[in-house]
């Protein structure tokens, strides 16, 4: 009769799709009697299983769509090899308060530094509490944006990216830029504006993001509207992890040379 029980209680667990808790019914009712648990806490247990594995494979997806090449986060960022950086204040940001906000996260620095680490540490982070997040060089994103021209497209695309978050623009400064560009990426700022938080990363300063483009007047306007209420996370005074991290090439050939 127990068995009988046990085995209708998982069908009908499987039939509210609360599979995880049909997996692990055996398991719990097995440490509830050794523990001698009461009804509400063998209860709340099962419970929680089934609302973790459900938290982890939202994540999972959310993860999934956002597009991130590496999974880096804060914990396997290295916080000693950037003494410069002010820990406390990246520490506030990544409680996340700016994507409620709908506030722009500018972070500059030379190449290398761990700019867009943090821009995916922060990323990661919000797929983790549950924001909506997506990843994209801004090379590709602008390219794709320039494309959508012919096709008349333009607008759908920057309404699908409006439903995110949080939208991440890694190396605006590392583009073959063309005429249309400026225009574009001020679209797109100014279709984030208030609806979205936005992380850029640059490794050039604001002030040769009108030479790189092309059209400093649209530059300008776009900087106005990143500045008027952004967080800024400045390592222009950092090493480089690519030249100077412990993965780094050896550029000596006499430390190549065996003894």
């Avoid at 009712?29 to 419970?47: C, I, P, Q, Y």
């Avoid at 992380?199 to 300008?220: C, D, K, L, Y």
Wanted: hydrophobic letters at 40%.
């Amino acid at each position: 009769m127990k068995k009988t029980l046990i085995e209708e209680a998982k069908q009908h667990l499987r039939r509210l799709k609360m599979n995880d808790m049909a997996d692990n019914l055996d398991q719990a009712l097995t440490n509830a009697g050794k523990n001698r648990e009461g009804h509400l806490t063998f209860l709340a247990s099962l419970v929680k299983k089934q609302v973790d594995a459900t938290n982890n494979r939202s994540f999972e997806r959310r993860i999934k769509k956002a597009g991130f090449p590496e999974m880096l986060t804060f914990e396997n960022f290295d916080w000693n090899f950037q003494p410069g950086l002010n820990i406390e204040y990246i520490k506030n940001l990544g409680q996340l308060d700016f994507i409620e906000k709908r506030q722009p996260v500018l972070i500059l620095g030379k190449t290398g530094v761990g700019k867009g680490h943090l821009a995916t540490a922060f990323g990661i982070r919000a797929c983790k509490y549950g924001y909506r997040v997506a990843f994209y060089r801004a090379q590709d994103l602008l390219r794709q944006l320039y494309a959508s021209l012919a096709y008349d497209t333009t607008d759908k695309i920057i309404s699908e990216l409006i439903r995110h978050d949080l939208l991440i623009l890694v190396g605006l400064g590392y583009i073959r830029p063309k005429s249309e560009y400026p225009s574009l990426l001020f679209d797109l700022v100014n279709a984030c504006r208030k609806r979205l938080s936005l992380i850029i990363t640059s490794a050039i300063s604001f002030e040769e993001w009108g030479q790189i483009m092309g059209n400093s007047s649209i530059t300008n306007a776009i900087v106005d509207r990143l500045f008027d209420h952004a967080a800024l996370i400045n390592i222009r005074s950092g090493r480089s992890y690519r030249t100077e991290g412990p993965h780094a090439p050896n550029l000596n050939p006499e430390d190549s040379v065996s003894n």
